[in-house]
């Protein structure tokens, strides 16, 4: 069983940045595809990113060149970097793990989930 821990979500002002962390409790982290999915009120949870065991990198099209997603295996970590936020990314960001197969971009193809960050983008 691999847990899955967020951290970092606040309030932060438009145009501001904010880095959420992940940690998980897996012993196969470093092979482990994580990525990050966002859910905002009334709407259903979207895919943001993932990051490959080597570091290849996917993004939503949403925040292609606003996010950067990275992973330090030495610390069992994965991050979400965002940069020029705006009040669309408010949402509850969350970190998922998916230790087999490709990586993916729907909720399903996930098998381990945290618990959540709340991400408040408003002045």
């Known amino acids: 069983q691999v847990q899955l821990v967020e951290s970092g979500g606040r309030l932060v002002q438009p145009g501001g940045s904010l880095r959420l962390s992940c940690l998980s409790s897996g012993d196969t982290f470093s092979s482990d595809i994580m990525a990050w999915f966002r859910q905002a009120p009334g709407k259903e949870r979207e895919f943001v990113a993932f990051i490959r065991q080597n570091s290849w990198t996917y993004y939503a099209d949403s925040v292609k060149g606003r996010f950067t997603i990275s992973r330090d295996n030495t610390k069992n970590t994965v991050y979400l970097q965002m940069n020029n936020l705006n009040s669309e990314d408010t949402a509850v960001y969350y970190c998922?793990?998916?230790?087999?197969?490709?990586?993916?971009?729907?909720?399903?193809?996930?098998?381990?989930w945290g618990q959540g960050t709340q991400v408040t983008v408003s002045s």
């Open positions: 998922a793990a998916r230790p087999l197969g490709p990586p993916g971009v729907y909720s399903k193809d996930y098998a381990y």
